[in-house]
C-alpha cells in the first residue's frame, strides 16, 4: 500500500491562510537563527562604515592605478543581482508565463534591495560621503561644482535611478492588493502587556497595513485600474532594465582601458546579470520553500524553469568568455592578447579567474538534466556557486584590467585588505536581513495572483504529494 496520499485541493481560504500564516505568527527559531546571523555580518558593515568615515578612505587597499576596486566591482555585482528580479517579473508577466506566479514576489523583493545596497558603494566610493549632496546640480549653491554631465558615470546615475525608481514601484503595485488581504485579516483586539503599559498591537498593525495598502478595497473599478496600471509598469520596466545595465556597459566601452574597449559588453552584461540574478534567486527559494513549505505555491516546475533560463543565458555568458580570447588572439593587438590570454589566465590573479570559469561554466552544465534541476540541494549549490562566480567575473572585469594596462610603468597588484573583506560581507548581511524581515511583514508570495493560476484549473493539477 503506498504510503503517498495526494493533497486536498486548493481552496481561495487555504491560499490566504498558508500564505499570511508566517505574518501571523511567532517567528521560528530557525528564522530568529537566520535572522540574527545575517544581523551580525550585517554589523560588519556598519562597523566598517564607522572606520572609514573616522579613518579615511585609506583603509581600503585601492591605488593610483587600480581606482576601482571593491566598491565598484560589488556595485556591479549588486546591480545584476537587482536585473533579474524586473525581468522575471515583468518580461514573464508580457509573455503570460503563469508559473511566475510563484516566484515574482520575492525576485522582486531581490531587486529592490539588491539595488539599496548597490547604491551604497559608488557613495562610499567617493571617499568624502558626507559631501556627496555636491553631486547633485544645485547652481546657485555650488556655483562652479556642478557635476560634469560630460562624462559617461553621468548616464549611469541617470540610469540607476531611474531603474530603481520604477522597480520600487512596480514592487509596491504589485503588493498593494496582498497588503489589503493582510489588513483585514488583523485581529484589533490583539494587544501586548509591557508592564503596567497595554498596547493595542491589533489597531496598530491594521492601521499600518491600511496606509500602506492606500485604502485598497478591491472592487472591480480598482481592479481594472490596477491590472492597466500593472501591464504599464511591466511594458516600461523590460527595455529599462536592459537599457540600464547596457549603459554600465557602454559607460567601460567608451574607454581605451585593454579588456574594457569592446562592443560586446553590453549583451554581455545583461546576460551576465540575468544569469546571476536568477542564482541568487535559486539561494532564496530553495531555503524559502522548505522553511515555510510552500511546496504548493513554489513547485519544482518552478525550479526546473529558473534553472532552464539559466542554462540559456549562462551559455551565452560561457560564448562571451571564449569569444573575448577570440577577438584578442584575432585582432592582433597586443595589449588585448597580453591581457587576456597572458595575464587573466596566467598572471598573478589567475586564480580568479579560473574561478569565475568553473562555476560559470563547469557547475552550469549541471542543468543539461531534468534531475538536477529539479534537485533542490543541486540547485542551491549551483546557485552559491553562479554567485561566487559572477562576482568574481566582475573582479576580473574591473581590477584586472586596471592593475595591467598598457604602460608597464603603471602596472601593480591589488589586494584586499581586511575592511574591503568585511566591507563586502556585510553587503550580504544587509541583503539577508531586508529579505527575512520583508518575510515576516508581507506574503513572500502573490496571494492574489496566485488564486488567479492555480484556482482557474483542473483542481490538483501541477500540485505535490506529501506523505502520510
Known amino acids: 500500500m503506498s504510503d503517498v ?3 486536498p485541493p486548493l481552496t481561495a481560504q487555504q491560499i490566504t491562510d498558508d500564505l499570511t500564516a508566517p505574518i501571523f505568527r ?45 566598491d565598484i566591482a560589488s556595485y556591479v555585482f549588486w546591480i545584476g543581482i537587482a536585473v533579474a528580479g524586473t525581468l522575471v517579473s515583468s518580461v514573464l508577466f508580457l509573455f503570460r508565463q503563469k508559473w511566475r506566479t510563484g516566484v515574482n514576489r520575492s525576485t522582486e523583493a531581490m531587486t529592490v534591495f539588491a539595488v539599496n545596497i548597490a547604491g551604497l558603494y559608488p557613495l562610499i566610493h567617493t571617499g568624502r560621503p558626507w559631501c556627496d549632496y555636491w553631486l547633485l546640480p544645485f547652481p546657485w549653491d555650488h556655483l562652479e561644482l556642478w557635476p560634469q554631465f560630460k562624462s559617461p558615470i553621468v548616464w549611469d546615475v541617470f540610469a540607476i535611478t531611474g531603474y530603481a525608481t520604477t522597480s520600487v514601484l512596480f514592487f509596491i503595485l504589485g503588493l498593494l492588493p496582498d497588503l489589503a488581504t493582510v489588513r483585514d485579516r488583523c485581529d484589533i ?18 492601521m499600518a497595513y491600511g496606509a500602506a495598502c492606500l485604502g485598497w478595497k478591491g472592487t472591480a473599478s480598482q481592479w481594472r485600474h490596477y491590472e492597466r496600471a ?47 540574478g536568477l542564482a541568487m534567486a535559486l539561494v532564496l527559494l ?60 596566467a598572471g598573478p590573479h589567475a586564480w580568479a579567474f579560473w574561478l569565475m570559469m568553473f562555476c560559470n561554466v563547469a557547475s552550469l552544465q549541471l542543468f543539461w538534466f531534468r534531475s ?7 540547485l542551491l549549490y549551483v546557485g552559491l556557486a553562479v554567485n561566487v562566480g559572477m562576482w568574481f567575473e566582475r ?61 482557474h484549473r483542473p483542481h490538483g493539477a501541477g500540485e505535490g504529494v506529501h506523505h502520510g
Open 395 to 455: 573582479f576580473n572585469i574591473i581590477v584586472l584590467s586596471l592593475e595591467h594596462d598598457h604602460l608597464p610603468v603603471n602596472w601593480d597588484y591589488y589586494a584586499f585588505s581586511p575592511f574591503d573583506y568585511l566591507l563586502l560581507a556585510g553587503s550580504f548581511g544587509l541583503f539577508f536581513v531586508q529579505f527575512l524581515g520583508f518575510i515576516r511583514v508581507a506574503p513572500i508570495v502573490a496571494i492574489a495572483e496566485v488564486k488567479q493560476t492555480l484556482l
Open 372 to 378: 538536477f534541476r529539479r534537485n533542490p540541494i543541486t
Open 230 to 276: 500593472y501591464a504599464q509598469f511591466a511594458w516600461v520596466a523590460t527595455p529599462l532594465v536592459v537599457g540600464m545595465h547596457s549603459t554600465i556597459a557602454t559607460l567601460l566601452a567608451v574607454s581605451v582601458v585593454p579588456g574594457w574597449h569592446t562592443s560586446i559588453f553590453p549583451p554581455y552584461f545583461v546576460s551576465g546579470a540575468i544569469y546571476g
Open 5 to 7: 496520499t495526494p493533497l
Open 286 to 345: 530553495v531555503p524559502l520553500r522548505a522553511g515555510f513549505k510552500l511546496h504548493r505555491y513554489i513547485t519544482d516546475d518552478h525550479f526546473d524553469n529558473i534553472a532552464k533560463i539559466m542554462l540559456g543565458v549562462g551559455s551565452i555568458v560561457a560564448y562571451v568568455y571564449v569569444m573575448e580570447f577570440f577577438t584578442a588572439w584575432y585582432s592582433q593587438n597586443t595589449y588585448e592578447f597580453a591581457q587576456f590570454f597572458l595575464y587573466r589566465a
Open 26 to 70: 511567532k517567528p521560528s527559531l530557525g528564522w530568529i537563527a537566520a535572522n540574527t546571523a545575517a544581523a551580525g555580518v550585517m554589523g560588519l558593515l556598519v562597523f566598517t562604515i564607522v572606520m572609514y568615515v573616522w579613518s579615511g578612505y585609506g583603509i581600503f587597499n585601492v591605488n593610483s592605478t587600480v581606482g576601482w576596486g571593491n
Open 189 to 206: 483586539n490583539e494587544v501586548v502587556k509591557l508592564g503596567p503599559v497595554t498596547i493595542p498591537l491589533g489597531r496598530i498593525r491594521k
